[in-house]
């Protein structure tokens, strides 16, 4: 779960901070910068897998990627910033299995990462073609004392937060630190070992790194680290493909929806199986994702279909009417609803979903159930962590005010396009900003915030309702 963001220039993030709760609804004008903060979501995730320039290069493309990294750092105009600050903070699972299915316990539940890169041209003498280069990393628990402070939304201190955080480290090096080389002047990355101070460890040339220190951890000898590794593993941006999600699997196809919305089938499949192995009536848990979609998407069952001469499987789906109908069949926004409702009911989901516009293509008496559908995807923070309240998190960008007013305002984020104070005053350079409602749990000070109920109108008739993002949302305050 992700708690806590800081950015500070990447794209127009600067001085960029959020925090967040289980649930989370953004809204505001079109370009405010919306995208650019899942992107930032979706860069961290890509360095757990993925080399530092690769990672960069894929933040908007599905292939290898491609183009100047030098386009991810703030431009004000005259010149660009030459680093990139970022921290998160999460709580993780402690359990976790590494690479070789070896399992571990992580010594700290609740961590604060930090990274910072600058950008290297490239160089004719050395042959070095230019990128991000690593200048810090660091991986830091955060303790159980201080967890009421950085746990801001509304929570059970009980039921929630005393069984999802913990903290058996006391050793003041953090899990990964960096240093200044005294001979060369340097940073050095080290990772340490969950055993503290008494247990050395692994130095390493920031400037030399082609990966994150944790995205080259596999295996339980730094758990901690690993755990890092697996939560931001599952910060996952959904850019549904209906093509892809039309797509049969494979007998073999691993369960997990992708971001495009592939691998529906094989997910199911395997939790038809958790559920069968759990003494559950596969028909049962069938039943519970129809009953959730059956409104929307006009369909009366959904369940797998197994072709064993292709060895695939498929979505097998049945129409009110009784028709038959296979993926091809049926319109886009019902697979979009379908996927929404598996992904709510599986029993081992991305730990962040980045959702933009669940909305798009839906009927407005649908939103009802769109709602209860995002709102089962995030963690109840009243209730205790388990299989029927995993630890999870929704982040989504609306523009639909009928789905905004059935939020409570708590959850709900004005996304804001500010001129930049850092450009010269001729010059329209923007920042990116997120508000809250006033005197909501995200406010330091009753007075902070926006009033967010003045965003949208009322429903006269409600199809004609729209939200209105008056120009001083686009100005600085």
């Not at 750092?73 to 070896?102: K, L, P, Q, T, Y």
């Not at 700290?108 to 004719?124: D, H, N, V």
């Not at 494979?250 to 919305?261: E, F």
Request: aromatic share 6%; with cysteine; hydrophobic share 35%.
């Amino acid at each position: 779960m992700l708690t806590r963001l800081e950015v500070n220039g990447f794209k127009n993030l600067v001085d960029f901070s959020v925090d967040f709760g289980p649930f989370t609804c953004i809204t505001g004008p079109g370009g405010a910068g919306k995208s650019n903060l899942f992107d930032a979501i979706r860069f961290l995730s890509l360095l757990t897998e993925h080399p530092i320039n690769e990672a960069a290069a894929r933040i908007r493309n599905r292939g290898a990627g491609t183009g100047d990294v030098a386009d991810l750092f703030f431009f004000d105009g005259d010149h660009r910033s030459n680093r990139i600050d970022i921290a998160a903070e999460m709580i993780v699972r402690g359990n976790v299995r590494d690479d070789f299915g070896r399992e571990a316990q992580a010594s700290s539940s609740f961590l604060r990462y930090e990274l910072a890169f600058r950008y290297a041209p490239s160089s004719p003498v050395d042959g070095s073609i230019g990128g991000l280069a690593l200048e810090r990393e660091e991986l830091r628990p955060i303790i159980e004392a201080r967890a009421a402070r950085h746990l801001k939304f509304p929570h059970s201190k009980s039921r929630f937060r005393d069984g999802a955080v913990y903290n058996y480290r006391h050793a003041r090096s953090g899990f990964i630190s960096t240093q200044t080389d005294p001979d060369t002047g340097l940073p050095i990355v080290t990772v340490h070992q969950d055993g503290g101070f008494q247990a050395r460890g692994r130095p390493s040339p920031a400037n030399h790194a082609t990966r994150t220190a944790v995205g080259t951890e596999n295996t339980t000898a730094t758990p901690t680290v690993l755990a890092a590794k697996r939560e931001m593993q599952g910060w996952q941006v959904l850019h549904l493909n209906p093509s892809a999600m039309r797509c049969p699997d494979r007998y073999d196809q691993p369960p997990g929806i992708a971001s495009d919305g592939a691998h529906i089938p094989a997910t199911m499949k395997h939790w038809i199986g958790l559920a069968r192995e759990q003494g559950v009536d596969p028909e049962y848990a069938l039943n519970q994702l129809t009953a959730s979609i059956s409104d929307v998407a006009g369909l009366s069952k959904i369940s797998v279909s197994h072709d064993d001469v292709l060895g695939v499987l498929s979505l097998a789906l049945e129409e009110r009417s009784g028709i038959r109908a296979g993926p091809s069949m049926v319109s886009d926004s019902a697979l979009r609803f379908v996927a929404f409702a598996v992904l709510a009911l599986t029993p081992d989901p991305p730990s962040v979903l980045c959702i933009e516009l669940p909305e798009n293509g839906l009927e407005l008496g649908s939103l009802d159930a769109l709602n209860s559908i995002l709102h089962r995807m995030a963690a109840n923070p009243h209730e205790e962590i388990g299989p029927d309240n995993p630890l999870r998190q929704l982040i989504a960008v609306s523009q639909s005010p009928h789905l905004l007013q059935r939020q409570e305002m708590q959850d709900l984020l004005l996304a804001r396009s500010l001129r930049s104070p850092y450009a010269d005053p001729d010059q329209d350079r923007r920042i990116f900003r997120c508000h809250p409602h006033t005197g909501t749990w995200r406010c330091a000070d009753p007075d902070d915030g926006i009033d967010l109920t003045s965003l949208w109108s009322h429903p006269v008739p409600p199809r004609k309702m729209q939200i209105g993002f008056p120009s001083q949302f686009w100005d600085q305050a």
